[in-house]
């Protein structure tokens, strides 16, 4: 059983969140935004290298290129 | 000065005194102004003493001053716990419902665990990852500090752990005492109640740590009512434990999707740990508010009765001054 998303790089959670959002995005204006406001994250993170802080990036975006790269690394 | 003495004036004549009290206090007030120069240098030396002795008339009349701005300031302090204590009360009504709900993912995914009889694997030479579940905020009793403190207990007795942290707070703490066993930290939680897709983001980025982990443990205060936690564990299984558990074969899942059920089930376990700890941080929140405002009312009580004394004793002074002055001149 070969999935689609898992060649493209993407994890399963990620591939949860993309799915969960398109579902919110399709629902009636009203419910759409509640359940939006259930799909945000801002979140910051930083790696640490022996006992030193690193620089604080946005998760989402560092998760975004993360997988980009294991797509581009799967492919070749 | 005349503004203050009609004030005192009013103040004496709404506790019920005697009439002519008050017009004495208004000249008396008007005596001592022409003495000012000769007492302010008094003022200074003995400023610093909270209850003056009633010979030095002017130290009492600065302690006074004094009095009055540390009890208006107790008083602000006091307003500004009552509001925090108001908001964190009506957020947790939400927050403990969210609790509820996120229960519900953490307990299924648990169940299919207990189901296959998953221990984790007892390799000794593979590193433990410890997620702490803390948060951004502060002023919230010593719930923070609480894990941090089980966080050391756990390394002394396992040092072979790394960390990955949740919140600000977790983090100025153990980057003191562990900074070497961080490999990851986390802001920006705590504002509002955690979403599905913190903990999903969490968990990715976890997954993508280079260390194989033989397992993770997700550290996280359990609520157990409204003025008590614990901090808890929970563990996430690798995929050798799963893979290795007896009675695995009964779900017939497939190698494949082992991964995602592993990313899954750290996903919701996460979800559990950040809602039950967000719960417990706005309980604990409230709680801290209460004493807070509980213990500046009592102060406001304390420094209302020493004002009064002190003000008695200022007015009593300049009386047995006027009383002698007059008697002298009378000679």
Known sequence: ?????????????????????AVRRSLKEDKRLQAERRGEMDLRFAKWESGRQGENKSL???????????????QQ | MRVFATSMAVSAGRKGEVGWVDLLIIIVMMLSRTA?????????????????????????????????????????????????KIVASTKLTRAQRAMNDSRAYGETSKT?????????TEAEDKKQLLVVCSSDKGLCGGIHSG?????????????????????EKCKGQLSRS????????????????????????????????????????????KFINATSYEPTTVEAFSEEAVA??????????????????????????????????HACEISARRNAMDNASKNAGD???????????TRQAVITGELVEIITGAAASEQ
Not at chain 1, 6 to 16: D, E, P
Not at chain 1, 67 to 74: D, H, I, K, L, P
Not at chain 2, 147 to 167: K, Y
Not at chain 2, 265 to 275: E, G, K, Q, R
């Open chain 1, 60 to 74: 989402a975006s560092a998760n975004e290129a993360a997988m980009a790269e294991a797509a581009s690394g799967g």
């Open chain 2, 147 to 167: 894990l941090s403190r089980r966080v050391r207990a756990m390394l002394n007795e396992q040092p072979n752990v790394d960390l990955a942290i949740v919140g």
């Open chain 2, 299 to 309: 102060m406001i009580n304390k420094f209302q009765i020493l004002f009064n004394r």
């Open chain 2, 112 to 120: 299919v665990f207990d189901e296959a009889e998953t221990k984790p």
């Open chain 2, 178 to 221: 562990n900074g070497r066993q961080i490999v990851l930290s986390f802001a920006g939680l705590g504002k509002d109640i955690p979403t599905f897709a913190d903990a999903q983001a969490i968990a990715d980025q976890v997954s993508l740590l280079p260390t194989d982990y033989s397992s993770i443990k997700v550290l996280y205060n």
């Open chain 2, 244 to 277: 290795e558990s007896p009675n695995f074969a009964a779900f017939e899942i497939d190698d494949e999707v082992l991964k995602n059920l592993t990313e899954y089930a750290l996903a919701n376990t996460l979800y559990w740990a950040l809602a039950e700890g």
């Open chain 2, 36 to 84: 000012r120069p000769a007492f302010r240098a008094c003022v200074v030396v003995a400023s610093s003493r909270p209850v003056a002795s009633p010979v030095a008339n002017a130290a009492n009349y600065a302690t006074l001053r004094e009095i009055e701005g540390r009890l208006k300031s107790i008083r602000n302090i006091e307003k500004i716990t009552k509001t925090m």
């Open chain 1, 1 to 21: 059983m070969a999935f689609a998303w898992k060649a493209a790089g993407i994890t399963y959670n990620r591939y949860l969140a993309v799915a969960s959002r």
